[in-house]
T-cell receptor
C-alpha cells in the first residue's frame, strides 16, 4: 500500500496563476482532509470530505476549492494564487470522521511569488 | 473552542538526554489526545494517543499520560537518539460525530551526537 500520495511535491506559482493539488489514498478510507502548515501556526484545516460526494469548509477555506472526485481522490484548487497561500499543504485521510487516527501524505510545498 | 498549547522550540538535546515536551489543552468534555511526529521532508504520522483520563500512550520509547486535572499531555522519552530529531505535534479530537482535529503549533526537536 502506498498510503496517501500527493502531487506535486514542489510548485512555484506567480500571483494570479491557478493550479490543482492532487491527493489519493489506497486505504479505502471514507474521509479526507486538506491542511496547510505555516510556521508558528501548526496545521489548519482548509476543507474536508466526510464521505464520497460531500465536502465542507474548515477553518481557512477562502481562496480554495475542492473536489472529491471519487472515494480515492480529493483535489485542492487555487483559482487565483496569492502570496498569502505560500505554505506546505498536507492531505490526510481517516476511515471515518469519527475515527481518531489520521494518515498524512508527504506534503506539497507551494511558493507564490 | 478547542485549543492546544505547546512550545515551538527548537529544543536542542544531546544524545541520551531526557526529553519532555509540554502540551496543555482547552476543550469541553473528554477529548482524545495525540502526539504526531513529522520527520524532515515527510508528512505527520501518529506517535501515540490516549482516549481517556489517566491513560498512558506509549510507542518507540515515548510516553504521555492524559491528565484531566491539569489538562495536560506531556511527551517524555528517557534517552533520545539523533534519529528522534523531528517536529512533534500535540493534538486533540472531541469524541463522536464529525469532530475535527485541533493541532498545536509543533515543537522542533534537535538531538546532537
Amino acid at each position: 500500500n502506498a498510503g496517501v500520495t500527493q502531487t506535486p511535491k514542489f510548485q512555484v506559482l506567480k500571483t494570479g496563476q491557478s493550479m490543482t493539488l492532487q491527493c489519493a489514498q489506497d486505504m479505502n478510507h471514507n474521509s479526507m482532509y486538506w491542511y496547510r502548515q505555516d510556521p508558528g501556526m501548526g496545521l489548519r484545516l482548509i476543507y474536508y470530505s466526510a464521505s464520497e460526494g460531500t465536502t465542507d469548509k474548515g477553518e481557512v477555506p477562502n481562496g480554495y476549492n475542492v473536489s472529491r472526485l471519487n472515494k480515492r481522490e480529493f483535489s485542492l484548487r487555487l483559482e487565483s494564487a496569492a502570496p498569502s497561500q505560500t505554505s506546505v499543504y498536507f492531505c490526510a485521510s481517516t476511515t471515518e470522521m469519527s475515527t481518531d487516527t489520521q494518515y498524512f501524505g508527504p506534503g506539497t510545498r507551494l511558493t507564490v511569488l | 473552542g478547542n485549543s492546544v498549547t505547546q512550545m515551538e522550540g527548537p529544543v536542542t538535546l544531546s544524545e541520551e538526554a531526557f526529553l519532555t515536551i509540554n502540551c496543555t489543552y482547552t476543550a469541553t468534555g473528554y477529548p482524545s489526545l495525540f502526539w504526531y511526529v513529522q520527520y524532515p521532508g515527510e508528512g505527520l504520522q501518529l506517535l501515540l494517543k490516549a482516549t481517556k483520563a489517566d491513560d498512558k500512550g506509549s510507542n518507540k520509547g515515548f510516553e504521555a499520560t492524559y491528565r484531566k486535572e491539569t489538562t495536560s499531555f506531556h511527551l517524555e522519552k528517557g534517552s533520545v537518539q539523533v534519529s528522534d530529531s523531528a517536529v512533534y505535534f500535540c493534538a486533540l479530537k472531541q469524541s463522536g460525530g464529525y469532530q475535527k482535529v485541533t493541532f498545536g503549533i509543533g515543537t522542533k526537536l534537535q538531538v546532537i551526537p
